[in-house]
């Protein structure tokens, strides 16, 4: 079986309502077919894709080229503050973060500025190539489009895009945070508890004697190729009752980590994986 790995999620215009759980193909308006084409495929591919299979597609997306004409746009003073502040940041840089720092550095900046950065830094460092190449591949690929991207703009944008993007090491640390944090345990999907109750029939199956009251637990899993396996299993009361305390056990087990590290001064990265509440 192939080991599961984060594929990069292409371009998309919602970026409020963007996951990457699982292998989601709702809410792509131009790109689901790439990303179904690498589930259908996926033992066939290599755990990694270049940038470049992204890129010859993003650069076709005109909302994708609309976004990046936001990030040429800042001025230099914003672009100066934003990417001071980015290359200063001391822990991990997770979406939330990135926001609260876009906002600071960048007055009224509409909240794609800060999904582009993100996408692209995610893609990047997911990607088969090396932050160089991914970024030379996406300049290679604007430069054929100079009525849109004048040679100055692309210049531009290739020395915007290694700033904000490449340099920072906040971002690296939080992709190694989200790589270590999937490097273990299958992803799940959906986990419930289904109460129910089954009647008992006399023998001519006419008449209700009694009912039977079952819970069943349902846990549904994300396989390395995106599809779901659902495992299901009865749950005694006393069952019930030990899996919540297992469970309860689980959070004071956490909140003492976390205090441990915070006394200590070691960061706490969000990501996906996490218990955090976002």
Request: charged fraction near 25%; aromatic fraction near 6%; include cysteine.
């Amino acid at each position: 079986m192939s080991t599961p790995v984060r594929v990069p999620v292409p371009y998309r215009e919602s970026y409020a309502k963007e996951s990457t759980r699982g292998f989601p193909l709702k809410g792509f308006p131009v790109y689901s077919n790439i990303q179904m084409a690498r589930e259908r495929i996926f033992p066939l591919l290599p755990n990694k894709l270049p940038f470049s299979f992204y890129a010859q597609r993003l650069v076709e997306d005109a909302k994708f080229r609309a976004d990046l004409r936001q990030l040429s746009d800042l001025t230099p003073e914003q672009f100066d503050q934003l990417s001071s502040a980015l290359a200063a940041y001391p822990t991990f840089l997770n979406k939330q973060v990135l926001g609260e720092l876009v906002g600071n550095s960048v007055p009224n900046a509409d909240a794609r500025l800060t999904g582009l950065i993100w996408r692209l830094n995610q893609m990047m460092r997911a990607s088969a190539e090396s932050l160089t190449d991914a970024l030379q591949s996406l300049i290679s690929l604007l430069s054929g489009k100079s009525d849109e991207f004048p040679k100055a703009t692309v210049d531009l944008l290739k020395v915007r895009i290694q700033a904000l993007i490449l340099n920072p090491v906040g971002f690296s640390r939080q992709s190694k945070a989200e790589i270590l944090s999937e490097a273990t345990g299958a992803e799940l999907a959906e986990i419930r508890v289904i109460c129910d109750i089954r009647p008992v029939f006399d023998i001519e199956r006419k008449t209700v004697e009694g009912a039977v009251a079952i819970s069943t637990l349902l846990v549904e899993l994300y396989e390395p190729d995106g599809s779901i396996k659902a495992v299901e299993c009865r749950l005694t009361e006393i069952q019930l009752n030990r899996l919540a305390k297992r469970i309860t056990e689980a959070q004071g087990k956490l909140a003492a980590i976390k205090d441990l590290l915070k006394q200590k001064g070691i960061p706490l990265a969000i990501t996906d994986s996490t218990t955090e509440n976002r």
